[in-house]
């Protein structure tokens, strides 16, 4: 069965630094995309970027360019979302997605989020 | 970006209803549009993908159409566990972007 497994939820303050993770298993993790999605309280969802694990090629929303970081570690099957300086408005759901067709595709399936709330 | 909305943003209805959401593209994104149903507190779920594909697993009430546009989901005799937030979404060019949400309530 093909899983996403996210990390915890996290309490931050402002400016603090933060990296998520979400694990692949039950497929070939080097060989499809992984994607991050936010959803602020109430919302709805925003695509953030895109990671190919292979050999690390991403691609980012132009509203989240320069924000965060995506990365994946091929040798654990992990990839990655990080912050080097929280803000509030960071605070929402983030979800890990796989795409099964290429950097620009659907997504499933769907990790089952991690919760990032940050206060200032 | 290419923008998608969605309509109606709510909608109520009762079990055994047919239900349609519509979701529109601001510019063509031929068939390259995903459905997605969200239930409180879970993630997203794959329902239709290419427009009118259904994903596996998902019951036969669920279908898409459109291209271009303008694309539908329809829910053909809605039953209690259907009740959910309903996701358009366009992976034709980056940004890949979503719909705002329809919400299907009980009536």
């Known amino acids: 069965e093909v899983q996403l497994v996210q990390s915890g939820a996290e309490v931050k303050k402002s400016g603090e630094s933060l990296k998520i993770s979400c694990k692949g298993t039950?497929?070939?993790?080097?060989?499809?995309?992984i994607g991050w999605v936010r959803q602020m309280p109430g919302k709805g969802l925003e695509w953030m970027g895109i990671i190919y694990p292979g050999d690390s090629d991403t691609k980012y929303s132009p509203s989240f360019q320069g924000q965060v970081t995506i990365s994946a570690d091929k040798s654990i099957t992990t990839a990655y979302l990080q912050w080097s300086s929280l803000k509030a408005s960071d605070t929402a759901m983030y979800y890990c997605?796989?795409?099964?067709?290429?950097?620009?595709?659907?997504?499933?399936?769907w990790g089952q989020g991690t919760l990032v709330t940050v206060s200032s | 970006d290419i923008q998608m909305t969605q309509s109606p943003s709510t909608l109520s209805a009762s079990v055994g209803d047919s239900v349609t959401i519509t979701c529109r593209a601001s510019?063509?994104?031929?068939?390259?549009l995903a459905w997605y149903q969200q239930k409180p507190g879970k993630a997203p779920n794959l329902l239709i993908y290419?427009?009118?594909s259904l994903e596996s697993g998902v019951p036969s009430r669920f279908s898409g159409s459109g291209s271009g546009t303008e694309f539908t989901l329809t829910i053909s005799s809605l039953q209690p566990d259907d009740f959910a937030t309903y996701y358009c979404?366009?992976?034709?060019?980056?940004?890949?972007?979503f719909g705002g949400g329809t919400k299907v309530e009980i009536k």
């Open positions: 979404q366009q992976y034709n060019s980056y940004s890949l972007t």
């Open positions: 510019q063509s994104i031929s068939s390259w």
């Open positions: 290419k427009a009118s």
């Open positions: 039950g497929y070939s993790f080097t060989n499809y995309w």
């Open positions: 997605v796989r795409s099964p067709i290429g950097d620009r595709g659907w997504f499933d399936p």
